[in-house]
């Protein structure tokens, strides 16, 4: 049997886990640190996910920053969020939304699952024939507190200017889709708040932007 010796091991950030981690002072000729912040952003999520829980919020607007007036983004970012949902252990809402949109809060485009759902609001008056509330296999909370969180490792966030807002204490990182359109009369942006981006890709017609407040 033929062995292969590896000339050269390249690492960009080093594990972290009190058990995983040491490996790499086994083997010789490492270079460490190669791209270090890329690699940081990108494992974020992870990191965020084993040492407690990873919280994303996820919001969708238009270029001129209005989310409000039917659908704002592209099929190909919807499916995109479905592919998140899919995934996620729970998904918070506001309740504003609920009763406004209506909406399923599933991941039907992707032939998923569908997560969990927090209702974050005051009054737990609803609309029983809301579609969310029927799905199998699917527990709905309504709950004027974000509590219910620390029971979930993986937890994405839907909403506007109100739910960001709240949510500003457990959230790791922001997810925006950008449509290349106009026309709405509500932003997202009602107060200040300083990013840094950690990864921008196209996603169909619109532009998705992976971000950080500046202050973590």
């Not at 996820?58 to 899919?86: E, F, P």
Request: proline share 3%; aromatic share 8%.
């Amino acid at each position: 049997m033929k062995v292969l010796a590896l000339e050269r091991v390249i690492i960009g950030s080093l594990d972290t886990h009190a058990v995983a981690a040491g490996g790499a002072k086994h083997l010789n000729n490492v270079s460490v640190g190669v791209c270090k912040e890329a690699c940081d952003a990108l494992l974020l999520p992870f990191r965020a996910w084993q040492r407690d829980r990873f919280v994303l919020f996820k919001w969708a607007q238009r270029l001129d920053g209005t989310i409000d007036g039917g659908m704002v983004s592209s099929l190909d970012s919807r499916r995109n969020v479905h592919a998140m949902r899919d995934v996620c252990d729970l998904l918070i809402i506001g309740g504003n939304t609920v009763r406004e949109d209506r909406p399923i809060l599933d991941s039907r485009l992707v032939e998923g699952t569908a997560p969990d759902i927090l209702i974050y609001s005051r009054s737990k008056v609803f609309d029983r024939t809301i579609a969310l509330f029927h799905i199998r296999g699917r527990q709905v909370f309504v709950e004027d507190n974000l509590e219910r969180a620390q029971a979930y490792k993986n937890i994405l966030i839907e909403g506007g200017p109100s739910l960001f807002k709240a949510t500003r204490s457990i959230v790791d990182c922001y997810v925006s889709f950008t449509a290349p359109s106009s026309g709405g009369t509500i932003p997202f942006a009602n107060e200040t708040a300083d990013f840094e981006f950690l990864h921008v890709e196209q996603i169909g017609s619109d532009v998705k932007m992976w971000l950080r407040k500046k202050d973590e």
